[in-house]
């Protein structure tokens, strides 16, 4: 059973548009929700966070909005730029009961067209 | 500062044979965790540990196992390795007062043949 579902495996924008990743979770304990960009053969890296007591955070292109009520999650990426095509990947937490211990999605492909 | 360092980077091993891998986090991080990412399974939790510690352990069968050292270095160990085992193997480490925040190794690949 996902607790963290990303239903879309890829996506392709056009360099200068919006690219928008959805996320959804089925588990209402958690707490905290955080997104992931990976490039092959590297280790994910960490891109942006948010609390469960928050709908939105910003962090310069990025922006994770929450709906805690829909259980779902989403990052947008404004302007998309080719060095952001990478698989991204968000992920679940319910800190404090479970520590480091984060519950990931399955990963969206993002394909930025120049 | 240095990242998250994982070695080796690469490795080929046969199945029924045993493996350990490193992982050594970022200095002043205490919690280490491991993760398992295949193809189909994404990215799966293997364990936590924090001050030598293991705190969470993920729905992964008795031959992974591991250990955390004094100085926060991890070690993991896999028995009596499967076919399916080969996965990129990654640990990330974080500072206690913020869990939410984990910061990934390079991750070592593994090959079982």
């Known amino acids: 059973d996902q607790q963290v579902k990303q239903n879309s495996p890829s996506l392709s924008v056009q360099e200068g548009r919006i690219s928008i990743l959805n996320c959804d979770y089925t588990?209402?304990?958690?707490?905290?929700f955080l997104w992931y960009k990976k490039y092959p053969a590297e280790g994910p890296t960490f891109l942006i966070s948010?609390?469960?007591?928050?709908d939105k955070n910003e962090d310069g292109r990025f922006t994770v909005f929450l709906n805690k009520s829909a259980k779902h999650l989403s990052l947008h990426i404004v302007p998309s730029q080719p060095g952001d095509s990478a698989v991204y990947f968000c992920?679940?937490?319910?800190?404090?009961?479970?520590?480091?211990?984060?519950?990931f999605g399955g990963g969206t492909r993002l394909m930025v067209k120049p | 500062k240095a990242g998250v360092t994982q070695t080796p980077r690469y490795l080929i091993k046969t199945r029924g044979q045993q493996v350990t891998l490193s992982c050594s986090p970022i200095?002043?991080?205490?919690?280490v965790s491991w993760y398992q990412q295949t193809p189909g399974q994404g990215l799966q939790f293997l364990f936590e540990?924090?001050?030598?510690?293991?705190?969470n352990k993920g729905n992964f069968p008795g031959r992974f196992s591991g250990r955390q050292f004094s100085n926060s270095r991890s070690e993991m160990n896999v028995s009596t390795l499967e076919l399916g085992d080969s996965a990129l193997y990654l640990c990330?480490?974080?500072?206690?007062?913020?869990?939410?925040?984990?910061?990934f190794g390079q991750g070592t690949r593994l090959t079982v043949v």
């Open positions: 948010i609390s469960s007591i928050k």
């Open positions: 992920a679940a937490s319910d800190t404090p009961n479970a520590g480091n211990m984060l519950t």
């Open positions: 540990y924090f001050s030598e510690t293991q705190r």
């Open positions: 990330a480490s974080s500072q206690r007062t913020d869990p939410t925040e984990a910061f």
């Open positions: 588990n209402s304990m958690f707490d905290y």
């Open positions: 200095s002043g991080h205490r919690s």
